[in-house]
């Protein structure tokens, strides 16, 4: 369609890959930000600035089991010669009420445990005797075995000068300096970060809803017998698995039977709870192509979807459009199965990463050497061949052939090679682009 008139392109025209995905993708914007629970928002693009509001550390804290001291009362500590010091309690982690560490005196204080106030540093327990009379001690004994280790004395074998081994507050971020930025993809860390600031929910760029149906009469759910001409359903399972992947929280939807009026009632169905609709197969040109009999004829209210021949193999038929009351993308995929895998990959993967905000929505490509000769790629499309790549080798070995029923290959695979559409043949061992499929 031209965006300017709305006048649908002409049947014959051939779409380049590039023509097409840069029309897709042209109708396609961000999803608008919703708060999720730090968990749900895992993956997603942040959507507002974080400033802290109470600062990490929130407290000065021991970075060691061991004794909150005086600097000056150790200063002249040795093990030859330790300095004595009294036991006035525990600090442990959680402690909110904290003793007053005054002149000779020691507190024993666990890691992360707030520096009581008198004290500037912290002895670590194998600096000291532990309060047993002994040498230098390896560990602290457990309060509940030895409760008089919170009271006695404790000889300090070593010097600790002002904040040693103390976590001062602040000293991770301060108050009101910025913790996360607009446009940040949150990962373990983030999410971590969040959690420390103390942040429970999030702004960010939720995970699009894609539902994916598969159409044809001779469908069959896997785990089912199979009749006379009958397959398995094979692409909504890998369609949706690839949708999965690609960030999307993905529906699965029971195979359509080739029914112009079963497929509209399940799409009205469907257009509630989708960002994205993706359908496999009926869009080339049979007499029971119900995708495209159906989607071609929408009234201007119900939208439009307009089906396309493209310049690449696999892939050729495509069907693009917005429909429904909030003109749904709707991405009309072909049913041979490497054919609706390809397509997921060069069109639908974009249009789920675009929708979550993300920077990057292609897959990276590189350049390979390829280890066989591939003959007979079509003049004037791009063809995508499945190969195995090695990244350390800087290889890629062609799997399969080129034919679009190959499942095998495409799951023995780990990329795409990418045969231009001036390339007819490559000999061995020429460089070739390849797009590794994570
Ligand atoms: N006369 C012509 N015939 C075909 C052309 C053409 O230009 N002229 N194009 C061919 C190309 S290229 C493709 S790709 C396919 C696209 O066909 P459809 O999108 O209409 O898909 P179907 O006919 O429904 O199925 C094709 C093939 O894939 C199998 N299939 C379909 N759905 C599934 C599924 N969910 N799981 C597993 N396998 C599936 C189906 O049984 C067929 O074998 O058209 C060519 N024909
Ligand atoms: O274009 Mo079809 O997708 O080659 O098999």
Redesign the pocket.
């Known amino acids: 369609m031209n965006h300017a008139t709305g006048q649908t392109s002409h049947p014959d025209r051939v779409w380049s890959v590039a023509e097409h995905l840069d029309d897709v993708l042209s109708k396609i914007a961000p999803l608008d930000p919703i708060e999720l629970q730090l968990l749900d928002a895992q993956g997603c693009v942040l959507v507002e600035d974080v400033t802290v509001t109470v600062p990490l550390p929130p407290f000065d804290n021991s970075s060691m089991d061991g004794y909150a001291v005086r600097a000056a009362d150790v200063a002249q500590a040795t093990e030859a010669a330790p300095v004595t010091l009294t036991v006035i309690g525990d600090v442990a982690a959680g402690s909110g009420e904290l003793p007053e560490v005054g002149p000779g005196q020691a507190a024993r204080i666990m890691t992360g445990a707030p520096l009581p106030p008198g004290a500037e540093a912290v002895v670590p327990v194998e600096w000291t005797d532990g309060g047993a009379g002994a040498g230098p001690a390896a560990t602290m004994r457990a309060a509940s075995a030895a409760p008089e280790g919170a009271g006695g004395e404790v000889r300090i074998h070593r010097p600790a000068p002002a904040g040693a081994h103390v976590r001062a507050r602040g000293s991770d971020v301060t108050q009101g300096e910025l913790a996360l930025r607009t446009g940040t993809l949150l990962g373990p860390s983030q999410i971590g970060l969040l959690a420390a600031l103390g942040r429970g929910t999030v702004r960010v760029r939720p995970r699009p809803r894609v539902v994916v149906l598969?159409?044809?009469s001779?469908?069959v759910q896997p785990g089912e017998a199979l009749g006379p001409g009958q397959?398995?359903?094979?692409?909504?399972f890998q369609l949706t698995a690839a949708a999965r992947a690609a960030g999307a929280l993905a529906y699965r939807v029971g195979?359509v039977a080739?029914d112009a009026e079963t497929l509209r009632a399940t799409l009205e169905d469907q257009l509630i709870r989708a960002d994205v609709l993706v359908t496999?197969?009926?869009?080339?040109?049979?007499a029971?192509?119900v995708?495209?009999e159906t989607l071609a004829g929408l009234s201007a209210e119900e939208g439009k979807v307009e089906f396309r021949?493209l310049a690449m193999?696999?892939?050729?038929?495509q069907g693009f459009g917005l429909i429904g009351p909030d003109r749904i993308p709707l991405l009309a995929?072909?049913?041979?199965?490497v054919?609706?895998y390809v397509s997921f990959e060069l069109f639908v993967r974009p249009v789920i990463r675009a929708l979550m905000g993300l920077p990057d929505v292609h897959r990276p490509t590189a350049t390979a050497r390829c280890t066989a000769a591939l003959a007979s790629s079509p003049k004037g499309k791009r063809q995508f061949l499945r190969g195995s790549y090695d990244a350390e080798a800087g290889t890629v070995t062609p799997v399969g052939g080129a034919g679009?029923?190959l499942i095998k290959a495409m799951a023995h695979a780990n990329a795409l090679i990418v045969v231009p559409e001036d390339t007819t043949e490559v000999p061995e061992g020429a460089d070739v682009d390849v797009v590794p499929l994570g």
């Open positions: 598969s159409t044809g001779e469908l397959i398995h359903d094979s692409n909504s195979a080739d496999s197969g009926g869009v080339s040109v049979g029971y192509d995708v495209k021949k193999q696999p892939g050729k038929p995929l072909p049913g041979n199965p054919s609706s679009s029923h």
